[in-house]
């Protein structure tokens, strides 16, 4: 089966850091651009970051930037999401997935780019 597998969340106080994983099964990912992504409850799924496979260029978005850092290990077919200074408003359920369109992506995540979507992990930042 094709898809990506998160973990790495959990519950954690605000300031904290969490670092997450999403790991591909089924194919490799080093051909892939890769979206890191977060629904909150009562919200839309929203693109939080994304990495090119092609020149390794990032995007973050505004509400992040500054405080999350993606990476990729191609060798492990991992990329990873580092969540530092976590805020309650952080709070959903994390995916990933992989862009089918194109190897570089510079902008905010264009969700029906991406496919191989996994079961997501769960942040909570709350005292």
């Known amino acids: 089966q094709v898809q990506f597998v998160e973990s790495g969340g959990g519950l954690v106080q605000p300031g904290g850091s969490l670092r997450l994983s999403c790991t591909a099964s089924?194919?490799?990912?080093?051909?892939?651009?890769i979206g890191w992504f977060r629904q909150a409850p009562g919200k839309e799924r929203e693109g939080v970051s994304c990495?090119?496979?092609?020149?390794?260029?990032?995007y973050y978005a505004d509400s992040v930037k500054g405080r999350f850092t993606i990476s990729r290990d191609n060798a492990k077919n991992t990329v990873y999401l580092q969540m530092d200074s976590l805020k309650p408003e952080d709070t959903a359920v994390y995916y990933c997935?992989?862009?089918?369109?194109?190897?570089?992506?510079?902008?905010?995540?264009?969700?029906?780019?991406?496919?191989?979507w996994g079961q997501g992990t769960q942040v909570t930042v709350s005292s």
């Open positions: 997935a992989a862009n089918l369109l194109r190897t570089r992506v510079a902008e905010a995540p264009v969700q029906h780019e991406y496919a191989y």
């Open positions: 089924g194919f490799f990912l080093d051909y892939y651009a």
């Open positions: 990495i090119s496979s092609s020149d390794g260029s990032t």
